[in-house]
């Protein structure tokens, strides 16, 4: 009964041991989970942009390099704009060429002009008049070849056996203002070499200019279309060059405007300077006549 006992519990305890032996290893190894299987499809790869280069190229700029300079647009223009920007440039180069040429001639014909007329107002007979005239410090003048017309028609007239200081004094006098005339008329076409240039220049650079800013821009649309991009970066080089032909029609015109008002006002000048002379010239002449020299 004793032994029955004891091997009761043996066995509880053994039972009991047994539990508690394999309860911690049950408690500390819990399920794992099932990985789940991903079902989203991977990410789309991001689009590879276009090359700014080559979508330069298609819009007609094909700038290559950091800077954009008015030279490097130039060289990067199409063939229509260079020849507008060109022919603007080689104008605006005359114009200058022009302006300092017209300087020197006015200048030169001032300072002769001013040495005549203080010779000149110094004679005392038509022969006289008639010798300062003709001096080779004076050929080309026109205050000088006026009086050299004047003089000589009364000299041609006294030749012709005519009484220029009595009966034909009036048809002398009336002669000799007619040379005078001749030589005024041929005066205004010579003073006025290049003003018709610099007048065009003036007056149609700034269109010839703008007509190559819209070939420019209307190639550089073309090339937006064909590479359906609008990047400012992009686009704006072609733009820029187009630009460009404007400015340097502006850059012809302005300063062809200017010289050509300043050489007007210098040639009327001078043409109010040749009129007072003539009127000087005939009555000197007028008066010698009737002194009976």
Same mark, same amino acid.
């Given at each position: 009964?004793?032994?029955?006992?004891? &091997?009761?519990?043996?066995?509880?305890?053994?039972?009991? $041991?047994?539990?508690?032996?394999?309860?911690?290893?049950?408690?500390?190894?819990?399920?794992?989970? &099932?990985?789940?299987?991903?079902?989203?499809?991977?990410?789309?790869?991001?689009?590879?942009?276009?090359?700014?280069?080559?979508? !330069?190229?298609?819009?007609?700029?094909? *700038? *290559?390099?950091?800077?954009? /300079?008015?030279?490097?647009?130039?060289?990067?223009?199409?063939?229509?704009?260079?020849?507008?920007?060109?022919?603007?440039?080689?104008?605006?180069?005359?114009?200058?060429?022009?302006?300092? =040429?017209?300087?020197?001639?006015?200048?030169?014909? !001032?300072?002769?002009?001013?040495?005549?007329?203080?010779?000149?107002?110094?004679?005392? /007979?038509?022969?006289?008049? #008639?010798?300062?005239?003709?001096?080779? +410090?004076?050929?080309?003048?026109?205050?000088?070849?006026?009086?050299?017309?004047?003089?000589?028609?009364? +000299?041609?007239? #006294?030749? @012709?056996?005519?009484?220029?200081?009595?009966? *034909?004094?009036?048809?002398?006098?009336?002669?000799?203002?007619?040379?005078? $005339?001749?030589?005024?008329?041929?005066?205004?076409? #010579?003073?006025?070499?290049?003003?018709?240039?610099?007048? @065009?220049?003036?007056?149609?650079?700034?269109?010839?200019?703008?007509?190559?800013?819209?070939?420019?821009?209307?190639?550089?649309? =073309?090339? =937006?279309?064909?590479?359906?991009?609008?990047?400012?970066?992009?686009?704006?080089?072609?733009?820029?060059?187009?630009?460009? $032909?404007?400015?340097?029609?502006?850059?012809?015109?302005?300063?062809?405007?200017?010289?050509?008002?300043?050489?007007?006002?210098?040639?009327?000048?001078?043409?109010? #300077?040749?009129?007072?002379?003539? $009127? +000087?010239?005939?009555?000197? =002449? @007028?008066?010698?006549?009737?002194?009976?020299?």
């Amino acid at each position: 009964m004793l032994n029955s006992k004891k &091997t009761n519990i043996l066995l509880a305890m053994a039972g009991a $041991a047994a539990l508690m032996a394999s309860s911690p290893v049950l408690a500390q190894a819990p399920a794992e989970p &099932t990985p789940a299987a991903s079902t989203a499809a991977p990410a789309a790869a991001p689009a590879t942009p276009a090359d700014p280069a080559s979508v !330069n190229e298609a819009v007609g700029g094909g *700038h *290559h390099g950091a800077g954009i /300079t008015p030279i490097s647009m130039f060289m990067e223009a199409t063939v229509v704009v260079k020849v507008v920007m060109a022919g603007l440039l080689l104008a605006s180069i005359l114009s200058w060429t022009l302006l300092l =040429i017209k300087l020197f001639e006015f200048g030169s014909l !001032n300072r002769k002009t001013d040495n005549f007329l203080e010779t000149f107002r110094g004679a005392r /007979t038509i022969a006289d008049m #008639r010798a300062v005239a003709t001096q080779e +410090e004076f050929d080309g003048n026109p205050l000088a070849d006026m009086a050299a017309a004047a003089t000589e028609e009364i +000299e041609l007239s #006294r030749q @012709s056996g005519l009484s220029v200081t009595g009966d *034909h004094l009036d048809s002398a006098l009336g002669r000799a203002q007619a040379a005078v $005339a001749a030589v005024q008329s041929g005066l205004a076409k #010579r003073l006025s070499g290049g003003q018709q240039f610099l007048a @065009s220049v003036g007056s149609i650079g700034p269109f010839v200019g703008l007509f190559g800013t819209v070939y420019g821009i209307m190639n550089s649309f =073309i090339g =937006i279309a064909e590479s359906n991009t609008t990047n400012l970066a992009v686009v704006a080089p072609g733009i820029a060059e187009a630009l460009l $032909a404007t400015g340097i029609g502006l850059f012809a015109a302005i300063p062809a405007v200017v010289f050509y008002n300043y050489f007007n006002t210098r040639i009327a000048g001078y043409g109010t #300077r040749a009129d007072g002379f003539a $009127a +000087e010239l005939l009555n000197g =002449i @007028s008066r010698q006549l009737d002194k009976g020299a």
